[in-house]
């Protein structure tokens, strides 16, 4: 199918560097720009496989992908999904099936990927991001910089993929927006996460039923229940809200304007 002025036909197998696997892609490639490379057009379709993101320090995971591309050397948008069954944390937590679907835009003459969105689930929670993985001027490889957002995430997927407890010390809604930041490096990922955010979590019941005991006593205080008239009242498991804003840095989080009621 070779021809002046036409595109060509091709099927590839590639080795990603990292995470290391093998991807299988075909679709269409030209004509050739000879007077601007990088507006060459470039489409079709893409299967990754086998992708272990073990190679990252901190993190662990058979990662597959699957998806379709289109454009021009410089500028390709590409639209596709993630698969990665058994994602975790390596400092404890239990591993989750974890799937997203993404838009991206990667400029194919220096690797810079725009994220505009990735759509993350786990268990019952789910996250959108917005961002890139791009060189920043002066340093060596490339800097994760991403916006995150959830509603309605639950508390106990996340202790349950950060503490990994199969009993969580906490349970309930959580929204929360976080800046993270990863910059390049053989560090830890959790040892160089950055975040800044705030968070609020709506009608969390704690676990411990000596906890939930006290937060009841403490209720009923605050409704003018005395202790000689809280044996007659019916058991009731009450329910708190906590919010505010927190930073992540070096692997110390740190709290600010902390806010808690009953």
């Known amino acids: ?5 036409q595109p060509m036909a091709f099927d590839a197998k590639l080795t990603n560097a990292k ?18 490379p990088r507006a060459t057009p470039v489409s079709g379709s893409y299967n990754f496989q086998n992708a272990n993101l073990g190679v990252f320090k901190g993190i662990s995971g058979t ?15 590409v639209d596709g999904a993630t698969d990665t069954p058994n994602f975790a944390l390596k400092r404890g937590g239990q591993p989750v099936h974890l799937r997203t679907t993404f838009h991206s835009i990667v ?13 993350a689930r786990f ?3 789910e996250f959108v991001c917005q961002g890139g993985v ?23 997927d996340i202790l349950h993929l950060v503490t990994g407890d199969n009993r969580p010390l906490l349970t309930g809604a959580v929204d929360f927006q976080t800046k993270i930041a990863i910059p390049p490096g053989n560090e830890d990922v959790l040892n160089k996460l950055q975040l800044d955010g705030r968070f609020q979590i709506v009608s969390a019941k704690f676990t411990s039923q000596e906890v939930q005991r006290r937060l009841l ?12 008239e809280e044996a007659a009242e019916p058991q009731q498991t009450v329910a708190s809200n906590l919010n505010g804003r927190f930073k992540l840095d070096g692997g110390v989080v740190s709290f600010s304007r902390l806010g808690f009621s009953v």
């Open 1 to 5: 199918s070779v021809a002046p002025g």
């Open 19 to 36: 995470p290391p696997g093998l991807i299988d892609s075909s679709g269409n490639f030209g004509p050739w720009q000879r007077d601007d």
């Open 63 to 77: 990662l597959a992908s699957t998806g379709k591309y289109s454009g021009v050397l410089q500028h390709i948008e």
């Open 107 to 119: 400029n194919g003459a220096d690797g810079d990927t725009i994220l505009d969105p990735v759509d």
């Open 123 to 125: 268990l019952n929670t």
């Open 134 to 156: 791009v060189h920043v001027d002066g340093t060596p490889g490339k800097t994760v910089s991403l916006d995150a957002l959830t509603k309605g995430a639950r508390m106990e």
């Open 217 to 228: 006593t403490l209720s009923e205080r605050a409704r003018g229940i005395t202790k000689k």
